[in-house]
């Protein structure tokens, strides 16, 4: 995306990756959740393995998890782009071939384009909408034209693919659930499913990229077996009990004091702490704006000021958490305890009267509170802050024109639920009414998927470097499309403008600029309640699982990278 491809064009592996590892064994994976298809591409139906992307489904290019944003061949061997952007060709490798042995030709990458161009997720749509043409010279050869879509990321967007067979794609279904294993040209086959509940992958034994340098060293059990758990306990339990060789602890008390069990005393299981170097992400209560009483910031901001992150780290989370400052906590691009820098000036300047000035100067924080689950001065200037908007104490507690400031907070799980009813509690202490609803997840999926919510706990994935998924996350035409993630609503010009100028930069200098300014816009918005994040990756595993000396330096999900660089030890 900027700059130059850290490694050489004849590499001959991912530096996190290991070669030599050897190949096979099972892996046992225990996922929290359900899943209802096998769809994934299509936003009637987001209940779908997300791990089935690089296992099963490739794309055209593949990114580097040890770069920001560099994507290296996979089904194209080579790629042809100038300097503006504009136009990329993909050349296929004529190796390559689906499952069924059929060869990937550039009719099923144009055939992938336009069906999920009109039928795929939102912002796949949006995406791919920004393409003047697309054209198939030959078998091998794909052009698309990017004249006049002004977005540097495009490209990224367009090797990051998946491509679909066109002779084992059913257009007029596509749009339904399905549980029929599907037909794809990644490592792995779907060899068994149980609607729900189970999936067993196997390696293919003619994968066609084996000895591809994106691929070395990568997919290396025999076979995969998923079982999904409804309930965290029951999840943990089967951990324990063997049923499953790794986890991913994100309990901080878990991971303090649940590790006691025999199979850790007898070293039949191990911890191991991961440090990425990638962004958090975001996580916290968002604010539904569509709802009326959320309209005016400074609701939003009094509301935000009585979550009392100091008790909840010392008392429920074991003191392992830091509080999230930005929406891109932990990286270069955080605007967090940083003064605008002149080119932040530049394009915040069409906007006056959008920022405070103590976010212009790096000097807002979330409140700290005096930890002892009671303090008075942030509630006063809560109070005070809604006394602005109108709001003033009555028996029913704060109302504004006869009515009380009453909303619920919708969770999927008790830990999410432990959380709520703290943030609840203390907001009662101003008069503010906050409702805890528990529901399950499908539930949960279908009011989030339509707005159906006043506040709920929204997560948004990190990002090695912010680019176009920003117009998903905040921008304006997402804030009305059902089942996209701008879960607050967020329309803004600024915001909008900052993510243009985001997509659009062509130096480093230039995107740290874009980013910081959008950070400051949107921690101005206060469009969530910003909760915490651990800087490490919690681990523990079976001990014959291994993985290279270095582990990559951005990962996404911590499942994809075992899936890709992990191994079972032969005994």
């Known amino acids: 995306m900027v700059g130059e491809p850290e ?18 064994g099972r892996l046992r ?156 040209s990644g490592p792995y086959i779907v060899s068994e499913v149980n609607a729900g509940e189970r999936l067993l992958l196997r390696r293919d034994p003619n994968y066609w990229g084996n000895d591809l340098p994106a691929r070395r060293g990568f997919f290396n059990f025999a076979e995969v077996e998923v079982d999904y758990y409804r309930d965290a306990g029951a999840l943990f339990e089967a951990f324990k009990a063997g049923l499953v060789d790794f986890r991913e602890e994100t309990s901080a008390t878990q991971w303090a004091q649940g590790y006691n069990f025999p199979a850790m005393s007898e070293g039949r ?21 569509r709802r009326e009483i959320f309209r005016d910031p400074r609701v939003r901001e009094a509301i935000a000021m009585m979550l009392d992150f100091e008790w909840i780290n010392a008392n429920l989370l074991s003191g392992l958490y830091r509080r999230t400052q930005s929406y891109f906590d932990e990286s270069v691009y955080s605007a967090s305890r940083k003064p605008a820098s002149g080119a932040e000036r530049a394009l915040l300047a069409r906007f006056p ?8 100067e790096g000097r807002w924080l979330p409140p700290a509170h005096d930890g002892s ?49 703290n943030f ?35 997560q948004w994935l990190p990002v ?6 920003q117009r998903a996350r905040w921008g304006s035409p997402a804030a009305s499309q059902a089942g996209s993630v701008n879960l607050c609503g967020v329309a803004s010009p600024a915001v909008d403008a900052m993510i243009d100028a985001l997509v659009a930069a062509r130096s480093k200098e230039d995107l740290i600029a ?18 915490y994040h651990a800087t490490d990756i919690y681990t523990a595993h079976v001990p014959q699982l291994r993985h290279a000396a270095s582990n990559p330096r951005h990962p996404m999900f911590p499942y994809n990278m075992i899936l890709e660089g992990w191994w079972r030890e032969r005994p």
């Open 7 to 24: 490694l050489p064009a004849d590499f001959d592996h991912f530096p996190y990756a290991e070669p030599s590892a050897p190949k096979g």
């Open 29 to 184: 994976l225990g996922v929290l959740g359900t899943f209802e298809n096998l769809n994934r591409f299509n936003i009637k139906f987001l209940r779908a393995p997300l791990f089935l992307q690089g296992a099963v489904y490739e794309s055209l290019m593949t990114r580097s998890e040890d770069e920001e944003k560099t994507y290296y061949g996979l089904i194209a061997e080579s790629v042809d782009i100038d300097d503006a952007r504009e136009h990329v060709v993909f050349h296929l490798d004529p190796r390559a071939h689906f499952s069924d042995g059929a060869s990937i030709t550039a009719a099923d990458v144009a055939f992938t384009f336009a069906l999920l161009k009109e039928q795929g997720l939102p912002q796949t749509r949006a995406e791919f909408s920004l393409v003047k043409s697309i054209d198939a010279p030959d078998a091998r050869t794909v052009r698309f034209d990017l004249t006049g879509a002004n977005d540097r990321e495009l490209p990224l967007a367009l090797a990051a693919m998946p491509v679909l067979p066109k002779h084992a794609t059913d257009v007029e279904r596509f749009s339904e659930a399905t549980l029929a294993p599907p037909l794809a």
């Open 269 to 289: 299981i191990v911890k191991e702490t991961i440090r990425p170097t990638r962004p958090v992400g975001i996580e916290g209560f968002g604010f539904n704006l």
């Open 353 to 360: 009267g959008v920022l405070r000035e103590d976010i212009l």
């Open 373 to 421: 689950g009671r303090d008075r001065a942030i509630a006063r200037r809560a109070i005070a802050l809604l006394t602005e908007v109108g709001y003033q104490p009555s028996p029913a507690g704060l109302t504004k024109g006869g009515s009380p400031l009453r909303f619920e907070i919708l969770v999927r799980s008790h830990d999410e639920e432990r959380l709520a009813l």
């Open 424 to 458: 609840s509690a203390s907001l009662a202490r101003i008069g503010v009414d906050a409702q805890v609803r528990l529901v399950e997840e499908a539930q949960y999926n279908r009011n989030r998927q339509n707005f159906d919510f006043d506040m709920l706990v929204g």
């Open 464 to 469: 090695a470097e912010p680019g176009a998924e």
């Open 514 to 531: 874009a980013a910081r300014a959008l950070d400051r816009v949107l921690i101005s918005g206060f469009y969530f309640v910003p909760l």
